[in-house]
Nanobody, 115 residues
Framework: VQLVESGGALVQPGGSLRLSCACS????????MSWYRQAPGKEREWVAVIGRDGGYRNALDSVKGRFTISRDNANNTVYLQMSSLKAEDTAVYYC?????????WGKGTLVTVSS
């Protein structure tokens, strides 16, 4: 099983980024996919979730209206489109696959929001 995040970068406040998480080694369309983040000195927190067919989505209140989670089951990839980024969004972002009661994690991608 592999989950490989990409797309993290240094971006100015108010900017946008799209994170990707390419998955392999499991049946992607059977997985509920989530994004989490961990800011320096803080615990990892859940950011957004998307159901197996993309019909269900939910997100942390502080990112609603700014972040959008989506998935491409044909290409085994989940995305996190982030806009209006704030300094407090600075964190390592991780994707997680939940498959038949087992969680798989990627190694993360760093997003730094700073001027």
């Amino acid at each position: 099983v592999q989950l490989v995040e990409s797309g993290g970068a240094l971006v100015q406040p108010g900017g946008s980024l799209r994170l990707s998480c390419a998955c392999s080694g499991f049946t992607f369309s059977s997985a509920v996919m989530s994004w989490y983040r961990q800011a320096p000195g803080k615990e990892r927190e859940w950011v957004a979730v998307i159901g197996r067919d993309g019909g269900y989505r939910n997100a942390l209140d502080s990112v609603k209206g700014r972040f959008t989670i989506s998935r491409d089951n044909a290409n085994n990839t989940v995305y996190l489109q982030m806009s209006s980024l704030k300094a407090e969004d600075t964190a390592v972002y991780y994707c997680k696959a939940a498959v038949k009661g087992v969680d798989y994690w990627g190694k993360g991608t760093l997003v730094t929001v700073s001027s």
